[in-house]
């Protein structure tokens, strides 16, 4: 990819204020298999009962990646040390997974079909089974083929952030671990390892009010343009406390 890879971005974002991206994420967001949600309605056809509900799960999927950032930043903020006595992260591995916290929020929803989840009912189902395929795996199987060149190929790729690793940890966002934890590829244990938070981190962004059903309305209701201050001190108090045995 030409120009700078440590180049960032800004995206205006009427709920957000601005959403940024560093390069390698817009190289992903450029990608048509990505670029497609800009038609998929969040809320399939809801908007033929409510017209403002026009909002889409290009834009939802960019505020996932932003709010799940902020959950996971806050949380390193206030529980770093507990971070790395429990699950033995080091700074870097902090940093790490941070990006890989970045691109599940952000491809999370990638295998939407058209009209979102109202579709899904048309899904086939798993050979050998009475159970369907789920958005999720659609979205597994398009960030290991459609979307892993733009994920293997830029400077700023790491070797522990492979499709295969950030796929597996988008389909624990369904299953809450991975799908096939007696793999040989030895990053699935790494995900299950932190699942126990990051997990936490991605399916609270991906429902959280302001990314979610909000942006629909934040061009017509001022008081929706910036996320509220309970949902900012939320944010900004997250941290992790250990239980203790009885």
């Given amino acids: 990819m030409a120009g700078d890879p440590h180049r960032t971005y800004e995206i205006r974002c009427p709920v957000h204020g601005f959403v940024v991206l560093n390069d390698w994420e817009r190289g992903i967001i450029d990608q ?28 939802h999927s960019l505020g996932v990646m932003h709010t799940a950032s902020l959950l996971y930043d806050s949380i390193v903020r206030k529980s770093a040390e507990a971070l790395k006595r429990e699950f033995a992260y080091t700074t870097d591995g902090l940093a790490r997974d941070r990006q890989l916290v ?26 050998g089974s009475d159970v369907k395929y789920g958005h999720e795996d ?76 909000a942006a629909k309305d934040a061009g017509r209701r001022p008081a929706l343009q910036q996320p509220s201050s309970l949902y900012l001190a939320m944010l900004n108090n997250l941290l992790i406390v250990q239980r203790r045995s009885a």
């Avoid at 409510?50 to 909002?55: E, K, T």
């Fill in 32 to 59: 048509p298999a990505f670029q497609r949600l800009r038609r998929i309605r969040q809320l399939a056809w809801t908007e033929l009962v409510y017209p403002g509900a026009m909002h889409t799960r290009f834009e």
């Fill in 102 to 127: 970045r691109l599940a929020a952000l491809l999370h929803d990638v295998g939407h079909a058209p009209f979102s989840h109202a579709a899904e009912d048309l899904f086939p189902e798993v050979e």
């Fill in 138 to 213: 659609y979205s597994a199987a398009i960030i290991r083929s459609k979307l892993r060149s733009a994920i293997e190929d830029h400077p700023l790729v790491r070797p522990s952030l492979s499709p295969r690793y950030v796929e597996t940890k988008v389909d624990s966002l369904r299953r809450g671990a991975a799908r096939n934890p007696a793999s040989s590829d030895s990053r699935v244990s790494r995900v299950m390892k932190i699942a126990k938070y990051s997990d936490v981190i991605l399916s609270s962004a991906a429902r959280s009010l302001p990314c979610k059903g």
